[in-house]
């Protein structure tokens, strides 16, 4: 096949003249933010969001470094993400797969942003600061379970913390039982990396240990 007979080359979203180029444009469509989404931001944890903190097993964290973005979740019981005082905020690094995307940027940029979801609350909160990487013996021992302390704890300074309202839980029914899908709805997690490693990994073989090396692998 010559160029000639090739298809054109696909139209990239957004490039012509519909993109949204400034902010001066991106304002004058959205419109600037007033009442609740104003006030509801604040420099440090307001006793409200503490709650909101304590109560939460799961945050995702989104940091940036040299070698691009990245957003990974953790997990732990309700608490694990400790409010030290209303400006620091302290979370564990449980055992993991090694990669270690988040800490590299971290090492870069000590920015961080944190989102907090609370099981059947449909409201998130959100916190921006930045974050130092701690390997205080002391302060891993304050947060091991069973015996078995974190490989370092995150401790963040508080920028700017705000909740987000219900809307994006409401509209994904997140927490409605309803919108709940089988797990073999969707490839197993050894078959789909036995096909993106070209069969360098068993699939099935992977797939049989996991749940023991989950358990196994927790702290």
């Not at 000639?4 to 469509?29: C, Y």
């Not at 503490?50 to 040299?66: H, K, L």
């Not at 700017?160 to 509209?171: D, E, F, T, W």
Request: proline share 10%.
């Amino acid at each position: 096949m010559t160029p000639e007979d090739a298809s054109p080359p696909p139209r990239v979203p957004g490039d012509d003249i519909h993109r949204v180029r400034d902010l001066n444009a991106l304002v004058s469509l959205y419109g600037e933010p007033v009442g609740a989404a104003v006030a509801k931001e604040l420099p440090y944890v307001h006793p409200h969001y503490r709650r909101f903190i304590e109560a939460a097993p799961f945050v995702s964290i989104a940091t940036s470094g040299p070698g691009g973005l990245d957003n990974s979740p953790r997990g732990d019981a309700p608490g694990f993400v400790r409010v030290v005082d209303e400006r620091t905020l302290m979370l564990p690094d449980r055992r993991g797969n090694n990669r270690l995307d988040s800490l590299r940027n971290l090492i870069a940029d000590p920015r961080i942003a944190l989102l907090f979801l609370v099981p059947g609350v449909g409201e998130t909160l959100r916190v921006n600061g930045r974050a130092v990487i701690s390997v205080d013996p002391a302060l891993l021992d304050a947060f091991a379970v069973d015996g078995r302390p974190p490989r370092s704890v995150l401790v963040v300074s508080v920028e700017r913390v705000y909740y987000q309202c219900s809307k994006a839980l409401v509209r994904s029914k997140l927490w409605d039982p309803a919108s709940r899908i089988e797990r073999t709805a969707l490839p197993s997690t050894g078959t789909m990396i036995g096909d993106i490693s070209g069969g360098a990994i068993d699939a099935a073989t992977y797939d049989r240990e996991l749940p023991a090396r989950v358990i196994a692998q927790l702290y």
